[in-house]
């Protein structure tokens, strides 16, 4: 598992070169964003529990079938096991932030999930809907917080529904 910094120097030592002006440039911008990246890691934490709750809110209004019988998330079990995944999502996309890689997510959170998922039928449309408004809770408290520029929360939530989405194919 390696960090925007770590990745970086992987890649130019492979080839035996100094780290060039691209390079310098790439760390450059992760070091300014740092602070942000931590502030975004620390709403995560204090807030995680809400945030999940108001995603699965919105994703079970949105789609009430999956509550009905014959629903992926119908019965106890099953409720709790769809809310325990998109905790994973969150507490995964935080370290993702701080990383400024998304390397965790391939190699802890997306390896043999799309077989898993299909074979118990849980549905990726949905899956996706939910990973997309903890996204929104997140860059709403970052904006509410003076967090300028939040784009870079973006990316490791729109990572792991591109990698999803391919699956639904
Ligand atoms: C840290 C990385 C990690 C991930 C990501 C993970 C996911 C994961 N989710 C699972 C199940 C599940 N996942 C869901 C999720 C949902 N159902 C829906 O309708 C919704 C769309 C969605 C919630 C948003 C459900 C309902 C199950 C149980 C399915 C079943 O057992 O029938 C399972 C099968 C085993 C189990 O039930 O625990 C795994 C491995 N496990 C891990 O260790």
Do not use: W
Request: hydrophobic content about 40%; proline content about 3%.
């Amino acid at each position: 598992m390696r960090d925007a910094v770590g990745s970086l120097i992987g890649t130019y030592d492979i080839t035996g070169r100094y780290l060039d002006q691209g390079a310098l440039d790439r760390l450059k911008a992760y070091f300014a964003q740092g602070e942000a990246r931590t502030q975004v890691a620390t709403l995560i934490n204090a807030n995680a529990a809400e945030i999940v709750q108001q995603a699965s809110l919105r994703l079970f209004d949105a789609v009430p079938e999956l509550l009905r019988p014959g629903g992926n998330a119908y019965t106890t079990r099953r409720y709790s096991a769809c809310l325990r995944d998109m905790d994973y999502y969150l507490r995964y996309v935080s370290y993702a932030l701080v990383a400024g890689t998304n390397d965790v997510l391939d190699e802890r959170v997306l390896q043999g999930l799309r077989e898993t998922y299909n074979s118990l039928g849980v549905p990726i449309g949905p899956t996706v809907r939910g990973i997309q408004f903890m996204k929104e809770a997140v860059k709403a408290m970052a904006a509410e917080a003076g967090i300028g520029d939040s784009s870079f929360v973006d990316e490791p939530f729109d990572h792991l529904s591109r990698d999803f989405s391919e699956i639904s194919i």
